[in-house]
């Protein structure tokens, strides 16, 4: 049982107390609101958190005099001079006990929140290396990367279709202005794909990614001469290390050829405006929507050069030794796979970098370049001069270095902004 203490005393409170409530006779509880209260007639008196039968009243009537409610940390009331503090010692110890389970669960959620998002991050990581394997093997015997890049995009729309049909998530409706919005940013992400598709094809997987290890340098320029942000001198010299790896990668790597490099260089320009068109496109619809109406448009843009470039093959021959090497349901279902895994560690990537903050979303890309990269070498077997490895590597951490320090000026800008 809760012990109720009034002691006459001038010295301040020791104790506070997360609530008081005045309650009447007729009505229970009443919160007492955080200002200046001047009370005439209390009948009853209790303390929150305290469980119902743990609660202790004082059932007698206080003088009509000059009483107050100090809000200084300590509550009493005041007559003749003489301050008398109010202290529940029960109410102390059920704070004390409530902060502890608070204090527990919020250390629960967090581990709990800190394993969903180290299994987000896995996820993304073992389906992008599984995408590039499977996507680099099918290359090997059916090389249309234009119709391959439509595969993609095909099988990641049915998937949308199919969730929105269940409602998971419900599909938001999208306007006139909306599709505008969303066209620019659809057609680079479509260019981007591709091309990216057309180096995958012609050239090592590990290439082609340290040939995409470039993308920071043109987010840079195109920040610094289309959009006319300033870009300090410290992001511009954590570039030098990217374009020194990658000279030295291309100058010795064994699968090189200028359609593999320019591909990927067309791809990491591609996705650098998509990045500038994305901050033009914002809308209120959630990311998950979002990218299923930029995957209907981007199909919608990668149909046509894959007939007219690849369609006429495809019809003589393509199709037809593609079954004779591998046999039809293994050529379907590759084709099927390579399509779910791209929607999939695309969407898991979106829905991870949701969760983590710039620095953590920064460190997080470069470690998946760099699983992308080793994952391939081991499961293709390719040979690289050491040069090439001596150039990866450099451009790789002038990757992360580029990375790192963008992420902290943006969460400076936030905290200044704040």
């Known amino acids: 049982m809760a012990s109720l203490n009034l002691s006459a005393s001038l010295q301040p409170s020791q104790f506070k107390l997360s609530s008081v409530y005045i309650a009447s006779r007729r009505q229970f509880p009443r919160a007492l609101s955080l200002k200046p209260y001047r009370i005439s007639d209390i009948r009853d008196l209790s303390f929150s958190p305290l469980p119902e039968h743990q609660r202790t009243y004082v059932q007698s009537r206080f003088p009509s005099k000059t009483w107050g409610c100090s809000l200084d940390g300590s509550w009493g009331v005041r007559r003749h001079e003489k301050e008398y503090q109010i202290v529940c010692l029960a109410a102390a110890a059920a704070d004390a006990e409530d902060h502890e389970v608070a204090s527990s669960k919020v250390e629960n ?5 800190a394993l969903v998002t180290g299994g987000f991050f896995f996820m993304w990581y073992f389906l992008n ?37 269940v409602g998971l998530p419900k599909r938001a409706p999208i306007d006139k202005e909306l599709f505008l919005l969303l066209t620019p940013v659809a057609f680079c992400h479509a260019l981007g794909h591709v091309m990216t598709n057309v180096s995958f094809a012609t050239v090592a997987v590990s290439f082609t990614h340290t040939i995409k290890a470039l993308e920071p340098f043109f987010n840079a320029a195109a920040s610094q001469f289309v959009l006319g942000h300033q870009i300090p001198f410290a992001l511009w010299l954590s570039l030098a290390p990217v374009v020194i790896g990658v000279s030295m990668a291309s100058l010795t790597e064994l699968s090189f050829n200028w359609t593999g490099f320019i591909s990927a260089m067309v791809s990491n320009i591609a996705f650098t405006y998509r990045s500038i068109y994305s901050k033009k496109a914002m809308t209120g619809m959630d990311s998950t929507n979002v990218y299923a109406y930029i995957s209907i448009i981007a199909l919608l843009f990668c149909l046509p050069p894959a007939i007219i470039i690849e369609g006429p093959q495809l019809a003589q021959h393509g199709f037809a030794d593609a079954i004779a090497k591998v046999g039809l349901y293994k050529f379907l279902s590759d084709l099927f796979w390579i399509g779910m895994f791209y929607h999939l560690y695309n969407q898991v990537a979106t829905n991870t970098l949701e969760r983590v903050a710039p620095l953590t979303h920064a460190v997080g890309n470069v470690l998946k370049r760099v699983f992308v990269i080793g994952f391939s070498i081991v499961a293709f077997g390719n040979k690289i001069s050491t040069q090439t490895g001596i150039g990866t590597v450099i451009a790789i951490v002038g990757v992360a270095l580029y990375s790192l320090i963008k992420a902290n000026m943006e969460e400076h800008k936030k905290a200044a902004a704040s």
């Open 109 to 113: 959620s967090t581990q709990k929140s």
């Open 129 to 165: 290396v599984i995408f590039n394997i499977l996507n680099k093997k099918v290359y090997n015997y059916f090389p249309y990367p234009y119709f391959v890049s439509v595969v993609h995009l095909m099988v990641g729309v049915a998937y949308c279709l199919v969730c929105w049909s």
